[in-house]
Each structure stands twice: as C-alpha cells, then as structure tokens.
C-alpha cells in the first residue's frame, strides 16, 4: 500500500470514489474537488494498492477551531499556516472497507499535522461512528450547531495535540 497527496491530476479518481461513498446529498461535487485540489493538494491523502485508488482522505487547515459548513465550499478559507487539520470526508471503496484502510489514513494525517506543529485534527461523523473515531483518540464535542452537511446530524470529534 501507498499513501501520498494528491495533485489535479487525480481529479476523476477522487471525484469517482466519492461518489460510490456517500449519499448525493453529503458528496462533494467534482468541480469542488477541482477547487480543493487547486488550492490544497497537498492535504488529500491518497491510498493506492498498485495503480488502484483505495481509499482516500481530505480537508483543509485553518485558524477556525470548529468545522462549518461554508468550508466545504469555499477551498480559499484554507490557511496553510492555520492551527487545526480538518479533515471533510475520509473514503473507502465498500469492497475494502474493514481492512483497516481507513485507519492507515487517519494514522498518517495525525502524524503529518504533528509535523507540521498543528494543534490537532478535527473531524465531524456521524453517532454511529463515533466510537471508532475514538480508537483514534479524537473526543466527541456533541452535535455540531456550525455544519448540517446533506441535511444530515454531525458530531464535531476533536484531536488535540
């Protein structure tokens, strides 16, 4: 397995994988991967087995400490000198997913945001996932009032370093 950023080049491949994970309303459109490529290439972490895109992970870092919704929209809000690693969506083909996949992009992220002197990572899911976040050490911060993302609840998790 191989991890790396990503480049525009990778457009189609993240656009494609997005689409098979989440639900039309909470998956970002391609033109909006455009744009984060463009401005934050280097914060998508991509998970290859060979030429084969696996999984894959991406966010933007700023000086904001809560995630809202506007950021997932608007790829110019990234700072890449901000305090916090957010993290937007985290993605795995469903035939690989339970592998561990996921987890191996969530170790790696932590590590480059410890790097990178960041204070954290700071995440929003679903209840039903809360606990395996956990394993991760992010603590839940409760339903978040900043982001109502494909009309879904979210719960803000928090990693501070």
């Known amino acids: 397995?191989?991890?790396?950023?990503?480049?525009?080049?990778?457009?189609?491949?993240?656009?494609?994988?997005?689409?098979?994970?989440?639900?039309?309303?909470?998956?970002?459109?391609?033109?909006?991967?455009?744009?984060?490529?463009?401005?934050?290439?280097?914060?998508?972490?991509?998970?290859?087995d060979g030429e084969r895109l696996l999984a894959f992970a991406d966010g933007f870092v700023t000086d904001e400490p809560d995630l809202f919704d506007e950021m997932y929209e608007k790829a110019e809000l990234h700072n890449e000198q901000g305090k916090w690693q957010m993290i937007f969506g985290l993605n795995t083909?469903?035939?690989f997913r339970r592998k561990g996949l996921a987890g191996q992009l969530l170790?790696?992220?932590i590590?480059?945001?410890?790097?990178?002197?960041?204070?954290?990572?700071?995440?929003t899911c679903k209840e039903r996932l809360i606990p395996y976040y956990a394993k991760f050490g992010f603590a839940d911060e409760g339903v978040s009032s900043k982001t109502q993302h494909g009309g879904a609840m979210w719960h803000q998790m928090r990693l501070e370093f």
């Open 107 to 109: 170790r790696q992220i």
């Open 111 to 123: 590590a480059d945001a410890k790097e990178q002197a960041r204070r954290g990572v700071v995440l």
């Open 1 to 48: 397995m191989l991890i790396r950023t990503a480049t525009i080049d990778d457009l189609d491949a993240v656009s494609a994988m997005e689409a098979a994970c989440f639900p039309a309303a909470e998956a970002a459109p391609r033109e909006a991967f455009a744009q984060r490529l463009e401005k934050y290439g280097n914060h998508f972490w991509l998970l290859f």
């Open 93 to 95: 083909l469903p035939a």
